[in-house]
């Protein structure tokens, strides 16, 4: 990871320390960020950054001149030609805080105001507007710490450093998460506890009745913090239940209690019996093909989150708040370190949905008489698309995402796959899935890349986890070698790269008729098909396919 | 105490066990003039003390601070 700090004041302390975790550019001096962005020569871009992160101290942009105005203005001019000219690096720029303490007549107006909105509005319109440019919230951390502490007079006088020890603490903080971010790591699923959880009380001991949850007084810790939990759901994070109780105490108070913000169809499953948690939280990962290092367990209860920590290590167990009117302030601190996001995508919103469908496929499965029936009776529909500026962004977010089925397991951001289709030699296609039950949306991402005249290789073939075990895959490769086998190529290459969690897939080329070329000591396979023979072997069709 | 010690460790990028209540500016190369600023500043924030600007340049060696914490 590649990245630069730049900033019209001295950050120089913060910039040390993030050169601990990352390849840094040093930039000299401080105040040169505009030739820095828009000298396509500048040190900054032969540096070649993945992420630039422009760090903008309102007074010291706005101080002295007497049209600020038009200094905004051609800022946010600068901004847009760096961020247009340079798709492929990710731009974090600040919002500004203005204090300038000038000792002034009410009446004159609180110019600052003014100024601070014009800068957020122009930088909105860019994010709007382009992929790879982001709002840094800095003014969101001033206010929540305050000016008092934000800034650091005494540094200021002493040694021209302008936020405070505490301050540069938490643009580090924030830089980090926005780093993880776009890097795409972030927890999938949320698993919750009831009693003294979502609402106050016991509903076995006080009923539907009895339990703390309203819109005022006490009530309110609990739907407030429901509230902040359905937000991080709409983020595209699941929710699930661990609660133990009588399932139908509990599921009366999710039904009807008219404070619930959280209801039935918010969650993917529920797990309210007697079992042991951590039983349940092992059968939720197992029934939504989700890690359990993708899982957060909350639960106000010691015991629990001990016992939970101590049989699934790889499950994070955050503490839960002492004093409960901090519960919304829990579910911001589980929204920063868990599940921050940049931007959501149409699947994000509808991605409880499209678990839910897959927990009633199985159940279908359940009634099938044989696997086979089954799969036939989903009647799944499969569509190949081009991959384009129109998908890439789920497109991308499937390279970071997939671990399972993912045979090379090569991460993309949307710029770098649209660098590669407009390259010659390229070609990438995406697979939309739906079948009875709904929508899967997109699911599978394939790379193909030129390597001669006669042979194609398979850069990236992947396959969400949801529609794993279909043989889907056997159709999407079927349509890739024909396509390849029109266009005159001879032989296709393939590989398997080894991680920690593609085993699924390890053999997958074996299964569908590849010859085996080479295996290296780190267990890197390499395959080949001849396109020429029509395929022998027995490659499975449950689905109807349209491509292109 | 301890964690004024932690302080310095940290600012100064030294080891625990070599930083004293004597350690001095003077005999520290890493106790440059920007790090001593840092360190006053993170001392202030994190013992939630004050050092007068006037004082700054007084603090010599880590025992300094204590004149404050004290108050």
Not at chain 1, 397 to 421: D, G, H, P, V
Not at chain 1, 470 to 483: H, K, N, T, W
């Amino acid at each position: 990871m590649k990245l630069s700090i730049l900033s019209n004041i001295n950050l120089d302390s913060l910039i040390g320390r993030l050169s601990k975790l990352y390849d840094v550019y040093k930039t000299e001096g401080y105040g040169a960020w505009i030739q820095e962005i828009i000298n396509p020569d500048s040190g900054l871009y032969s540096f070649g950054p993945d992420m630039v992160f422009i760090i903008i101290d309102g007074e010291e942009m706005c101080n002295g001149q007497s049209k600020s105005n038009s200094t905004i203005d051609t800022n946010i001019s600068y901004i847009e030609e760096a961020v247009k000219n340079n798709p492929d690096i990710t731009f974090f720029v600040s919002n500004i805080d203005l204090w300038t303490r000038k000792i002034e007549s009410v009446k004159s107006g609180a110019k600052e105001r003014r100024l601070e909105f014009l800068w957020e509005g122009g930088l909105f319109l860019l994010s709007s507007k382009y992929r790879n440019v982001y709002v840094f919230d800095l003014k969101s951390i001033v206010e929540d710490k305050g000016r008092e502490q934000f800034y650091s007079k005494k540094l200021w006088y002493l040694g021209g450093i302008k936020y405070s020890m505490k301050a540069e603490k938490l643009l580090e903080q924030q830089i980090n998460r926005c780093i993880a971010s776009a890097k795409g790591i972030r927890k999938k699923c949320l698993v919750l506890d009831l009693d003294n959880t979502l609402w106050g009380g016991v509903v076995g001991e006080g009923g539907l009745e009895g339990i703390e949850l309203s819109d005022y007084k006490e009530g309110a810790r609990y739907k407030d913090f429901q509230r902040r939990l359905k937000e991080i759901k709409d983020l595209g994070i699941i929710l699930a239940i661990a609660s133990k109780n009588n399932f139908n105490d509990a599921i009366k108070v999710i039904r009807e209690h008219k404070h619930m913000v959280l209801r039935e169809e918010d969650f993917v499953a529920l797990k309210i019996n007697w079992d042991l948690k951590s039983q349940n939280i092992r059968n939720l990962s197992q029934e939504l093909n989700i890690g359990l290092d993708s899982m957060v367990f909350i639960d106000d209860n010691p015991i629990e989150r001990e016992s939970v920590k101590r049989e699934l290590p790889e499950v994070t167990v955050p503490d839960f708040p002492q004093d409960t009117s901090e519960l919304v302030d829990f579910a911001i601190e589980l929204y920063n370190d868990y599940f921050y996001t940049l931007n959501t995508t149409d699947e994000d919103t509808v991605k409880t949905e499209k678990y839910r469908q897959n927990m009633k496929r199985r159940d279908a499965q359940k009634s099938s008489a044989s696997y086979e029936d089954f799969l036939l009776s989903l009647e799944t529909k499969i569509e190949i698309r081009r991959l384009s500026a129109e998908n890439v962004q789920r497109a991308a977010q499937l390279t970071q995402k997939t671990n399972q089925f993912n045979l090379t397991t090569k991460r993309y951001s949307e710029q770098e796959l649209l660098a590669m289709i407009g390259e010659r030699g390229f070609e990438g296609f995406v697979a939309y899935v739906s079948d009875r039950f709904g929508d899967n949306g997109m699911v599978s991402v394939v790379i193909t890349k030129h390597k001669t005249d006669s042979e194609v290789e398979l850069d990236t073939f992947l396959l969400s986890c949801r529609v794993m075990g279909r043989f889907i895959e056997d159709q999407i490769i079927g349509f890739i070698e024909d396509l390849h086998k029109k266009s005159g190529y001879k032989k296709l290459i393939t590989y398997y790269k080894p991680t920690e969690k593609n085993v699924p897939v390890k053999d997958l080329f074996e299964r569908l008729g590849y010859t085996l070329l080479d295996v290296d000591s780190t267990g890197n396979k390499k395959y080949v098909l001849n396109l020429g023979k029509s395929s022998t072997c027995s490659r499975k069709e449950f689905g109807e396919l349209r491509a292109l | 105490m301890e964690k004024l010690i932690e302080l310095v460790s940290e600012i100064l990028n030294l080891d625990k066990e070599s930083i004293s209540l004597e350690t001095s500016r003077e005999k520290t190369s890493a106790w440059d003039s920007l790090n001593h600023i840092r360190l006053v500043a993170e001392v202030e924030e994190q013992l939630n003390i004050k050092i007068p600007f006037e004082k700054v340049p007084d603090i010599k060696k880590v025992g300094d601070f204590l004149d404050y914490v004290k108050e």
